[in-house]
């Protein structure tokens, strides 16, 4: 019903930036909130940011200040800038996407996700 396609990881030094992108096919008109999670070797996927169709936004305590979500509805694009960025960082990042009105930062909310794009941060 929906596919989600990331791009944009890469291996930065800390301090650098990333911007990863996310573009979604299918029924996109059913989708009122997207975001991204990220998940660390031995930890549990965790919500970074999520955005709904107007562009409310929600951040993780630990990435408040520093990465900013982002959408361009025209082309069903999602973006994540990540700055300052720290070895803590280091996840493999997946791009979500939900159908119920609500936010949510909690990847059991969310149904559709994409293959993940790596990022590393070194120290």
């Known amino acids: 019903q929906v596919q989600l396609v990331e791009s944009g990881g890469g291996s930065v030094q800390s301090g650098g930036s990333l911007r990863l992108s996310c573009t979604a096919y299918g029924y996109t008109y059913s989708i009122h909130y997207m975001g991204w999670f990220r998940q660390a070797p031995g930890k549990e996927r965790e919500g970074v940011a999520v955005?709904?169709?107007?562009?409310?936004?929600s951040y993780a305590d630990s990435v408040k200040g520093r990465f900013a979500i982002s959408q361009d509805n025209a082309k069903n694009t999602l973006y994540l800038q990540m700055n300052s960025l720290k070895p803590e960082d280091t996840a493999m990042y997946y791009c979500?996407?939900?159908?119920?009105?609500?936010?949510?930062?909690?990847?059991?909310?969310?149904?559709?996700w994409g293959q993940g794009t790596q990022v590393t941060v070194s120290s």
């Open positions: 955005i709904d169709s107007a562009g409310s936004t």
């Open positions: 979500a996407a939900k159908f119920e009105w609500w936010s949510s930062l909690s990847p059991d909310e969310y149904k559709y």
